[in-house]
T-cell receptor
């Protein structure tokens, strides 16, 4: 039973389209995250939610809008997709607020290709 | 802000040889450091973490890392490489800004194990 699952695994779309990526965790964790991994494998946090409340919002274009209907789900909607949005997007979760010794649990990623 | 630097984006070792992956940190306070591994087409998994309890930290799959304050380093080692160790390895530090914790990841080191 997968701890952090995200769908779809692959997403190929045209520039200008709107798409969503879904994430669910069954670990009972309070905090969920979205990370973006670029083609050079650089991993950068985008958003973090704790109990459905946004706590981290990095300098991400407002075309990206996270939504957390409950603490087990964190979805990412992207409007007007651009070529530069092509990357692997990872969902992750942690028990608390990602404090100093907390472990992150990652999903297997969604590879987004914008044509 | 805290940061980590991984020296060497690619490392190749022969099967059975010592694995050494380098990570240096920059922090004005005692850091909390982590090593994560990413196998192809998967999310990241925690290998080990340093939280000031002991300077030599043992992780999964025979990996260990030593925290050296004088060198601001947290290098990852394994005495004998296996083919299954081929993966991308990320060093990370837990950074607290404005009361919120977040992970800052290094740029990753791809480990190749030669038969």
């Amino acid at each position: 039973d997968t701890a952090v699952s995200q769908t779809p695994k692959y997403l190929v779309t045209q520039m200008g389209n709107d798409k969503s990526i879904k994430c669910e965790q069954n670990l009972g964790h309070d905090t969920m995250y979205w990370y973006k991994q670029d083609s050079k494998k650089f991993l950068k946090i985008m958003f973090s939610y704790n109990n459905k409340e946004l706590i981290i919002n990095e300098t991400v274009p407002n075309r990206f809008s996270p939504k957390s209907p409950d603490k087990a789900h964190l979805n990412l909607h992207i409007n007007s997709l651009e070529l530069g949005d092509s990357a692997v997007y990872f969902c992750a979760s942690s028990q608390g607020l990602g404090a100093t010794n907390e472990k992150l649990f990652f999903g297997s990623g969604t590879q987004l290709s914008v044509l | 802000a805290q940061s980590v630097t991984q020296l060497g984006s690619h490392v190749s070792v022969s099967e059975g040889a010592l694995v050494l992956l380098r990570c240096n940190y920059s922090s004005s306070v005692p850091p909390y450091l982590f090593w994560y591994v990413q196998y192809p087409n998967q999310g990241l998994q925690l290998l080990l973490k340093y939280t000031s309890a002991a300077t030599l930290v043992k992780g999964i799959n025979g990996f260990e890392a030593e925290f050296k304050k004088s060198e601001t380093s947290f290098h990852l080692t394994k005495p004998s490489a296996h083919m299954s160790d081929a993966a991308e390895y990320f060093c990370a530090v837990s950074d607290r800004t404005s009361g919120t914790y977040k992970y800052i990841f290094g740029t990753g080191t791809r480990l190749k194990v030669l038969a």
